[in-house]
C-alpha cells in the first residue's frame, strides 16, 4: 500500500511508520521538521508540508491509498480552557483528501471523548477538569465532524488509553467500538500496538466510519 503518515516525528508516528515499513509499504512522512526524522529507507519519503494548509498537503496525498495520522496537541495550561487543534486540522486533511481524491482516513484520539455520568470519577472529575478535559472535548468535537459532515470520507478513529513505550509482546491487540475497551483491570496501550492496530485496519478495510478503542493484549 501507499500511506501517508501525519504526525510522523512524534513518539506514536514514529513507531506507525517503522511498522508500516517493516510490513513493505511505501510511506510518506509529511512533516513540519523533516530534520526531525532521521530514519533512512528506500521506502521512506520525507516531505514538509503545513497540516493547516490544505494546498500544502494535497500533492503529498494524492495518489495514496490511505491518510494515517497521528497528529496530538501536547497537554499545557491553555488547554485546560480552549483547545481547536483537532478540529482545526481535521477540517483542513478532510479538504485535502477531497481534492487529492483519497477516501481512507484513520487517526488517533483517545478514550473517554464523550461525557458519561458512568465514567470513573477519576475520569470526570480530576484528568478532565484538571488535564485533558479540553483535549479530549475537542477529538470528541474531530469525531462528530467526520461523523455528520463528512460522508465521503472512510474514516476510522483510533482511540488508545494511556500510552506506553514498552516493546508489544506481539499478542492481538484488544479493541471494542465504543469509549473504552471494557475490562475489570486496568488498560494500557503501548505506542507499536496503535501502529499495529491502524494499519491492520487499512489493510483490512475494517472498521470504516465507527470509533474504535483498543488497548495492548
Not at 500544502?56 to 483547545?83: E, I, K, N, Y
Request: proline letters at 6%; a positive charge; glycine letters at 6%.
Amino acid at each position: 500500500m501507499k500511506i501517508a503518515v501525519l504526525g510522523a516525528t512524534g513518539p506514536s508516528g514514529i513507531q506507525l511508520v517503522k511498522e508500516a515499513l517493516q510490513r513493505g509499504h511505501d510511506v510518506t512522512a509529511i512533516v513540519r521538521n523533516p530534520d526531525k526524522l532521521t530514519d533512512r529507507h528506500e521506502k521512506l519519503k520525507v516531505v514538509k508540508a503545513n497540516i493547516f494548509d490544505p494546498d500544502s498537503l494535497v500533492p503529498h496525498l494524492t495518489g495514496q491509498d490511505a491518510v494515517l495520522s497521528c497528529l496530538g496537541c501536547p497537554p499545557s495550561w491553555f488547554s485546560l480552557w480552549t483547545v481547536t487543534f483537532y478540529t482545526d486540522s481535521a477540517k483542513s486533511i478532510v479538504t485535502a483528501l477531497r481534492r487529492a481524491d483519497v477516501k481512507r482516513f484513520i487517526f488517533m484520539s483517545a478514550w473517554y471523548t464523550k461525557y458519561n455520568s458512568s465514567d470513573p470519577f477519576m475520569i470526570n472529575w480530576v484528568l478532565k477538569p484538571l488535564f485533558l478535559g479540553q483535549s479530549l472535548k475537542n477529538m470528541g468535537e474531530m469525531e462528530d465532524y467526520l461523523e455528520t459532515e463528512c460522508p465521503d470520507i472512510e474514516y476510522t478513529s483510533v482511540r488508545p488509553p494511556q500510552l506506553t513505550n514498552a516493546e508489544t509482546t506481539g499478542a492481538s491487540v484488544l479493541h471494542h467500538e465504543g469509549q473504552r475497551v471494557p475490562s475489570d483491570k486496568r488498560v494500557v496501550c503501548c505506542r507499536r500496538d496503535v501502529a499495529r492496530f491502524m494499519l491492520d485496519t487499512a489493510e483490512s478495510g475494517n472498521f470504516k466510519r465507527k470509533c474504535m478503542a483498543i488497548g495492548s493484549g
